[in-house]
């Protein structure tokens, strides 16, 4: 039980305020600033309120740890959690999608493989400003999204249907404080011609549109495995968003980001067929998670002038902060979509009535890429632009409420506090969203995961590779390097090998931080980490790996198919933008440049 | 004379017509005030007006004389750094010349000093000589306290106490921005110049490219 200082009790969110609200005033008289300070700074307003100091400049006085961010509080689980729509295709796109780029298109490559996967089904998608509410409690913000929604509307895709999407920019110049309206759209993670891939550079601007060829195709279909591509290959869950070089961060946090799923024979969407994984949509849900920020009048607000990462402390899912989800007492497929911009989660099932019970889900895909079977698990971590597909079975918590509760502590942009005080007990974590148990029983035909003895085998990684290449991420003067280099999107740093096999070795030397790498193109395996064999969950193919500090993890990649350019970098958005990347093509001939 | 008032102006009347769907259906409690209001939080909550010193000793408010309705490249340094800074300061001095006349006339390119107890603006005028810095870089000096107080909400810190404290590891991002339209980014002080000089250009949105 908490108290004010009246003797009178307040619950322990407003007690936690208080207390940090007090302690920023101690910090600051301990400061000695004036009070012509206190007004310089911005801390004062001229009504004398002191205004929250930590998470608006919380580098004001000292590099303060950022969980003194102080956002309006507001009343959590009170808004349903909102299931996003799948967007529709259109009849017919006029003028015609060409090879070469049509007027006012802001491509400047041709589509190199529209007329071997001529797209079955074609999109318009238009991306301009979105009023949205995030919250009873807060008004209404001024965001920007795709179709007037963020997140915008789900591509429902199958292997085997290529698409094309008409993206038009709408965009204003009028950012309302943060973003730029020029914008280039990646598809994370698909098997993408790089002139349809979002390269960060491909940006257009207001006025323009870009057509982007999405073949949905197994990689190998002309190579490996010509015809079919291999099926081992396959990818689930994506999304769908802004990556414009400099400014990915901002636009993202904005709400520019889209979820795209990929169904073939097996993912069917329909649990009496396949691998009988939850239906689609009614037992299958894409959620994204966000952590962010709100000035004093609710207002979003993002931190123009932090090169480390920003955390916030409003914690959404699917554009909305703190819902609750009512479900049945049945399995459910749930496909979790981290997008930071930098904070790493891991979630727990925390029965509040209960907290030393450890309860157990399911987690079957990482990244999108089902598991060689399911896994189960207590909990499951996932960093900016990971998925992870998990199965949750709702029978054992009939008529109780759940809570999908995020306990890995992180104080700042660098990372999770090391283990083992990484893990925070049962309630004293950052509650995302509660669960419901209270619908009615329904029929589950999907089956049992446990029951589930195989999904897909892994491609074999027992080749030799071509090269073997080596990755030193380092931060020279707070400015991200990779082998001592920086970014240019204008400097190819190597060359691979169009269908070759090659090994790719990440070291960590940049000292305190954690960095979610991401290479486009391609799923990867890790063959060790730190000269070891990965856990369970990541025997997999993934496309964004966590490297720890001082970590050094080996990759292992097929590259095949298409040729151009891609971009390797880290996720956490406030890297990538402070350029933690590197240009990289895939040509007829490679080069084996071990340190590019 | 550069009045980025009216190519602000500009565009929003370009993109009326797209807007007009959303103009339509006015939002009671929005958080949107326009661009004014947004430039003026981002002022007063990164931005302050400290007072500075210039190498030919000339008083400049930070904000009111240097960055209001400028677009500006900014770095932190100090006239005997041996590590990162010839290196960057070498590569300013490209920038310069990449972006040619329209260094002080549309682009402002500020250094600051990190150790201003040295850093007397004579010794930044002899500092810019030696490195032929041309009109339109200014050099800047000033009372200690307002230097901290400018790096820190400028984000030219380091979240570890004890490398924030060394000099030597002071951050050698270039910060570039368009100040009226509240377009802010950063990147290496060691990329290669024609590549600073680029993503300088991204924040001038009277080069923008349409068609």
Known sequence: MYFNVFGQRVSRTKYREMAAAAKNRRELIAAQLSRRDLVKMGLLTGTGYLVSKGGLSARAKSPLPLDQLASPPVTPFIEPLHIIPVKEPVQVLQPAPSVAPLPHEGRTRPHQALNVFRPKKFYKVRQHVTPSRVHPELP???????????????YVARYGEPILVRNFNELPPDNGGFGLNSVTTHLHNGHTPSESDGFPC?????????DQHYPNVLAGILSTHPGTGDIRESLSTLWYHDHRVDFTSQNTYKGLLVFYLLFNEFDTANETTGFHLPSFPEFDVPMVFADKVFDEDGRLFFDLFNIDGILGDRFMVNGKIQPFFQVHPRRYRFRWLNVGPSRFQEFFLTDLGNSSAHNLYWQIANDGNLLPKPVQVESVRIGVAERMDVIIDFSQFAGKSIYLENRLKQLDGRGPVPAPDDILPAGA???????????????????????????YDLP?????????????FDRLNGEWSINGTFMDCNRTRFRVKQNTAEHWVLGNFSGDWQHPIHIHLEEHQILTRNRMPPPTVEVSRKDVTRLRQNERVELFFRFRDFTGRYPLHCHNMIHEDHAMMLRWDIEPDGDTNISP | MHTPNRRELLGASFVAPLLGAWTGTRMSRAADDGMEAARERVRKRFLPNVPLLTQDDKKVGFYDDLVKDK????????????????????????VQRLLGGRVGRDIFMYSITLKPEEDSPRALREYAKAHSVRPGWTFLTGNSDDIELLRRKLGFT???????????????????????????????????PEWIAESVSWVDRSRVKKN
């Not at chain 2, 030597?168 to 802010?184: D, F, K, M, T, V």
Request: charged share 20%.
């Open chain 2, 158 to 192: 380091n979240p570890n106490p004890e490398l924030d404290k060394d000099k030597s590891q002071h951050i050698g991002n270039l910060r570039y921005g368009n100040e009226p339209l509240c377009l802010w980014a950063a990147c290496p002080g060691l990329a290669h």
């Open chain 2, 71 to 94: 677009i500006v490249i900014i770095n932190f340094t100090y006239t005997r750094c041996e590590g990162v800074c010839p290196g960057i300061t070498s590569n300013l001095v490209r």
């Open chain 1, 460 to 472: 074999d990684t027992a080749v030799e590779p071509a090269v073997v290449r080596t990755f030193r």
């Open chain 1, 140 to 154: 209404e913000q001024v965001l920007w999204g795709f179709d007037g929604m963020t997140p915008g509307p789900t």
């Open chain 1, 429 to 455: 974590g950052n509650l995302v969203m509660r669960f419901d148990v209270m619908l009615p029983a329904v029929q589950d035909q999907s089956d049992d995961p446990a029951r589930i003895t195989k999904f």
């Open chain 1, 202 to 210: 491909d940006f257009f601007e207001l006025g323009q549109f870009y």
